[in-house]
């Protein structure tokens, strides 16, 4: 008997198929925006995501800002040191944190790979500063830092900066669900509180 | 083989379900207000891409690559993804996708498994199967948990439960160990979080399903809002992945295709919460297990067929369902699968490929034929088109009309323009016209043939006439 690889390949071969067609590509590749920080901003405010501006040489502060009261944060091992600001109880992920200390923990702080500013959507790549999935899931606050540098205007553009080979999320503000009525209702089960310091 | 699951066993014929629940005035003004927000949301997010008719071109056309080159793509997406560690099954029918998902928990001793909404699943019964063998399922998206814990069916592609209102759901989730406190949307959604929290935090095995397949990088690609795909798709050490074969992309750079054609055309919205993309195992990141089960149950058939394969572009959107005027008055469990709407019309009575089946034959009659699904397809699915192609086989099928499809071919005649809808309302209202009751005798044939048999006449609650100005401007 034919393995059903064999089988289902063998099935498709057989049929009549068409001559595949040239994809058309002239959508927008790249789009165009006159403030790209400024129009990433308004795009994940609109999902009800906390935005907050920060100026390079006064990230520490604002992320002190940001952190002061939550108890213990998360953060990835390789986090810039001058994040991990005095007065907040740093968990860091090394070695590997289990996902009870996860759960404990108030909340998680982190990088991002790539930001679309039509979208409002922030991408992680598990690269610098992002760590694990789970750091990112299981605290019920995330706060993301994003540079001016990392933000594309388009989908697109965004895709093509991406690298495959990463475990890739992308996160366009915090978890909803649009179950009951078709109306979006924020926080289910990724972080209910999605803050992002965006740094230019 | 065993009978394909797609359609539910027992279920009554189009017309027969239609009758039933039109007399549901709560599922009808469940329905109406749903499709009606989704629609203009829809709307919207359409109209801020002055691209969208090129973006929708691509996707049509990256589709009908897929589909012309499927064998290479899906051998492609094999190495890619058993490259970085994952292992690829394949499975010809769903009763063998149900065995292969089995022993594969099995294998991991595991008697509970969590899961991600996903329609392959739905579609070949797996958690009936896993349940036969033992282990027990549990869904973890909140409408899923709504028709779960409702011991009910689904209705709708996205929104399974799009027919329960806050207060039923409040009532189904009575049950919960804690339940919520008022039926206000947050509060419900507060109480599946707590219920599903360590059922995540404990399981050992995650199924889920796919929306794309990336054959040049094996990535695999879940999009959902919630997170609980996340945490699915994060915490197990096993992950199993049932994606039905049509779902491969050829190349990384189609994602930038469908990942704006999606999220607009299905939850109305730029970006939806999550998306999850990725490739084999990353070692010690999420699962250390990865399983791909390639699913074809019916697939390959309904690819022999000229008209019918573009069905196969489908990406599960339901932006056809929200336009549909007969979805909209009879509901999704009208349709008897787990795809309802127009393309369940098109897509179940093909991948069951029996249109002996009464059933299955009188779904491609579910359908006016207005066109406004293709209007909304993202991947320019010509539903009519295939409707009407499916209706002449289904008439060669069986060398004669049955009085189901004679049935269907009169409301959907009807349906079909204004001035005959208006003729109906004269000698009725269109709820009384799928009704197969009212005196339809001043109707020209083929509504004249419509009156076989002779139930109570559902009243009326609102002129088909106004409901259309009303609802399509
Ligand atoms: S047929 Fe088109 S509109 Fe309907 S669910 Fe599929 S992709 Fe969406």
């Keep these: 008997m034919a393995s059903a690889r064999d089988e289902i390949l063998g099935r498709i071969r057989a049929v009549d198929r068409p001559v595949s067609p040239q994809v058309p590509r002239d959508y927008q590749r790249q789009r165009h925006a006159d403030d790209p920080v400024a129009l990433l901003a308004e795009r994940i405010a609109d999902y009800q995501a906390t935005v907050h501006r920060a100026a390079t040489r006064e990230l520490p502060y604002r ?12 953060a990835p091992p390789d986090v810039p040191g001058e994040w991990r600001v005095p007065g907040v109880s740093w968990l860091s992920d090394d070695p590997p944190l289990g996902v009870s200390d996860l759960e404990e923990a108030a909340g998680v702080l982190s990088g991002c790979a790539v930001a679309i500013a039509e979208t409002g959507t922030i991408v992680l790549d598990a690269g610098r500063a992002q760590g694990r999935r789970v750091l990112t899931l299981v605290p019920d606050y995330h706060l993301c830092v994003v540079h001016a540098d990392q933000i594309v205007v388009s989908v697109p553009e965004a895709i093509e900066r991406l690298d495959p080979a990463g475990p890739l999320t992308f996160i366009s503000g915090p978890s909803a669900t649009s179950d009951i009525e078709l109306d979006r209702v924020e926080g289910v089960h990724g972080p209910r509180t999605l803050e992002v310091l965006l740094v230019h | 083989m065993g009978r394909n699951p797609v359609t539910w066993l027992g279920s009554p014929t189009f017309p027969d379900a239609a009758r039933r629940s039109l007399g549901d005035t709560q599922l009808r003004g469940n329905l109406r207000k749903a499709t009606t927000t989704i629609r203009g949301k829809r709307e919207s997010a359409v109209a801020e891409l002055d691209d969208w008719e090129q973006l929708r071109r691509a996707g049509e056309a990256v589709k009908d690559d897929v589909l012309a080159n499927l064998d290479t793509y899906l051998e492609r997406l094999e190495s890619a993804v058993t490259e970085r560690g994952g292992v690829v099954h394949w499975a010809r029918d769903a009763e063998e996708a149900n065995r292969i998902v089995l022993d594969l928990v099995k294998q991991e001793n595991a008697d509970e498994v969590v899961k991600v909404k996903s329609m392959a699943t739905a579609e070949i019964g797996l958690n009936e199967a896993l349940a036969d063998g033992g282990v027990n399922a549990i869904e973890t998206d909140l409408a899923e948990v709504i028709v779960q814990l409702g011991d009910d069916r689904p209705s709708h592609i996205l929104v399974p439960a799009i027919h329960r209102n806050r207060a039923e759901i409040k009532e189904i989730f009575a049950q919960m ?8 949307p947050r509060a419900l959604a507060e109480a599946a979080r707590t219920y599903l929290r360590r059922k995540f935090l404990s399981a050992k095995v995650a199924i889920s399903g796919a929306n794309f397949g990336v054959a040049d990088t094996g990535s695999i690609v879940v999009v959902e809002s919630e997170g609980n795909g996340r945490m699915c798709l994060t915490l197990p050490e096993t992950l199993i992945t049932v994606m039905g074969v049509e779902k491969v992309l050829p190349r ?128 320019r699915i010509n539903i009519p088109e295939v409707l009407t192609h499916l209706r002449a086989e289904v008439v060669e099928a069986k060398g004669k009309r049955t009085p189901e499809a004679m049935a269907m071919s009169a409301a959907a005649w009807v349906f079909g323009s204004r001035r005959r809808y208006e003729a109906a309302q004269k000698a009725g209202s269109l709820t009384r016209l799928l009704a197969r009751g009212g005196n339809l005798s001043s109707l020209p044939w083929p509504g004249s043939k419509w009156t076989d048999t002779r139930d109570a006449p559902v009243v009326p609650k609102e002129s088909l006439r106004s409901w259309w100005r009303r609802n399509r401007g």
């Design chain 1, 63 to 74: 992320i002190a800002e940001r952190l002061d009261g939550r108890g213990t944060i998360v």
């Design chain 2, 177 to 184: 160990p804690e339940p919520p406190d008022s039926d206000d």
């Design chain 2, 252 to 379: 990384w750079q189609d994602l930038e295709v469908f990942l704006q054609l999606l999220p607009r055309s299905s939850t109305a919205e730029r970006m939806n919460p999550y998306t999850s993309i990725w490739s084999g195992v990353t070692p010690g990141d999420g699962p250390q297990k990865f399983h791909l089960v390639l699913l074809d149950n019916g697939r390959t058939s309904t690819l022999a067929d000229e008209v019918g394969r573009q069905a196969l572009r489908c990406i599960r959107c339901s932006a056809c369902l929200n336009v549909c005027p007969v979805y909209e008055r009879t509901g999704g469990q009208a349709y008897g699968s787990v795809y309802p709407g127009p393309i369940g019309a098109i897509l179940a009575p093909q991948l069951a490929g029996d249109l002996h089946d009464e059933q299955a034959a009188s779904l491609p009659y579910a359908s006016s034929l207005c066109g406004a699904c293709y209007e909304v397809c993202p991947v």
